[in-house]
């Protein structure tokens, strides 16, 4: 099983930035995929960013050119960097990662969440 920890979530006022992360453990063989989606109240869950291990990377047209996504693979560890947020970008943000456990059976698992609350 793997167990993925989040944190850096909060409350920003707009313009602001925040800083979330999100570090994998457990059985873990190979991790080829690790992304951030969110879900805003009444919305489907979406697409922020993600990243694979041949270090590329995909962005919701939304945060493009204010999300940075980057990857630890050592640390087994996701960042995405935000920047000049937006009420818009208040959500519930979720980690996700896509691999292979060391008994090679493959996993995609999600972390519990973490809020991010854009307000004045």
């Known amino acids: 099983q793997v167990q993925l920890v989040e944190s850096g979530g909060g409350l920003v006022q707009p313009g602001g930035s925040l800083r979330l992360s999100c570090t994998a453990s457990g059985s873990i063989f190979a991790i080829n995929e690790m992304g951030w989606y969110r879900q805003a109240p009444g919305k489907e869950r979406e697409l922020v960013a993600r990243t694979t291990s041949y270090d590329t990377s995909d962005y919701a047209e939304s945060v493009k050119g204010r999300f940075t996504i980057s990857r630890d693979n050592p640390l087994n560890t996701v960042y995405l960097q935000m920047n000049s947020l937006k009420p818009e970008d208040t959500a519930v943000y979720y980690c996700?990662?896509?691999?292979?456990?060391?008994?090679?059976?493959?996993?995609?698992?999600w972390g519990q969440g973490t809020q991010v609350t854009v307000s004045s």
């Open positions: 996700n990662t896509v691999g292979i456990y060391t008994d090679f059976r493959s996993f995609d698992s």
